[in-house]
C-alpha cells in the first residue's frame, strides 16, 4: 500500500512539474556569456578573408522583455597581400539594448532584436606598412560605430542558456571594411538566480 502512495505522489509532482514553467527574464537579474564565431565568411582560419571574434558579455534584465548588455569583442581578419599574410583585428567595447521579439510560453526559447553602439581599436597588420614591397595605405586607428542583429537564447537550465548570434556592425572610420557581419554560438550564465 505504501508503494503505491508513494508511487501515486510521484505521478501528481511528476503531472504538475509540466505545468510550472521557469521564468528566465526577470527584473534586476544579471548574466554573464561568452561567445565565439566567424564573420564574413565560413572560413574561420582561412589565410584569405577567414575571420574569427570571441566575445564576453555582462546582461542585465530591465523586465521580462529587455535586457542591456555591455559586451567586450575581439576580432581578427586575414588577408594575402601578393601572397604574404597580413590581418585586421578589432578590439571593442559595446552597449546594446535587447528586446525579446518571440517567445515560447514555457521560457525555454527567446529571439531578441537588438541595437548598440561600440567604440575601440583597429590593429591593421601590427602597423608594419609594406608586405612583399607593397605599402599598406590602411592605418590602425580608433574606430567606433552601430551594431545591429538578432539573438536566440535556449535554455538548457534555470542558469544555462545556449547562445545563437548574427550581428552586422558599422565601423564608420574604418580604413579596411566599414561593415563587418558576425555569426557565433556561446553560452550565458544566469548570475543571481
Known amino acids: ?5 508513494n508511487i501515486l505522489v510521484m505521478v501528481f509532482f511528476v503531472t504538475i512539474s509540466e505545468h510550472a514553467f521557469g521564468q528566465r527574464h526577470i527584473k534586476g537579474l544579471m548574466a ?6 566567424f564573420m564574413n565568411n565560413l ?11 570571441v566575445s564576453m558579455g555582462l ?23 601578393l601572397d604574404a599574410p597580413a590581418f585586421t583585428s ?13 517567445k515560447d510560453k514555457e521560457g525555454n526559447f527567446y529571439l531578441n532584436v537588438h541595437v ?32 545591429a542583429g538578432i539573438e536566440s537564447e535556449v535554455f538548457l537550465s534555470d542558469h544555462l542558456a545556449l547562445l545563437l548570434q548574427f550581428r552586422e556592425r558599422l565601423f564608420i572610420p574604418s580604413d579596411t571594411e566599414k561593415l563587418r557581419w558576425y555569426a557565433g554560438a556561446g553560452l550565458k550564465w544566469m548570475l543571481n538566480r
Open 1 to 5: 500500500m505504501k508503494t503505491i502512495q
Open 32 to 37: 554573464l556569456e561568452a561567445q565565439f564565431g
Open 43 to 53: 572560413s574561420v582560419f582561412s589565410k584569405d578573408s577567414g575571420g574569427h571574434h
Open 59 to 81: 546582461s542585465k534584465y530591465i523586465n521580462s522583455n529587455s535586457y542591456w548588455k555591455l559586451h567586450y569583442d575581439a576580432d581578427r581578419r586575414n588577408y594575402l597581400v
Open 90 to 102: 578589432r578590439q571593442t567595447g559595446s552597449i546594446s539594448y535587447y528586446r525579446t521579439i518571440l
Open 116 to 147: 548598440g553602439g561600440l567604440a575601440g581599436y583597429e590593429n591593421i597588420n601590427n602597423n608594419e606598412r609594406v608586405i612583399s614591397g607593397v605599402e599598406l595605405k590602411a592605418r590602425s586607428k580608433f574606430v567606433y560605430g552601430l551594431s
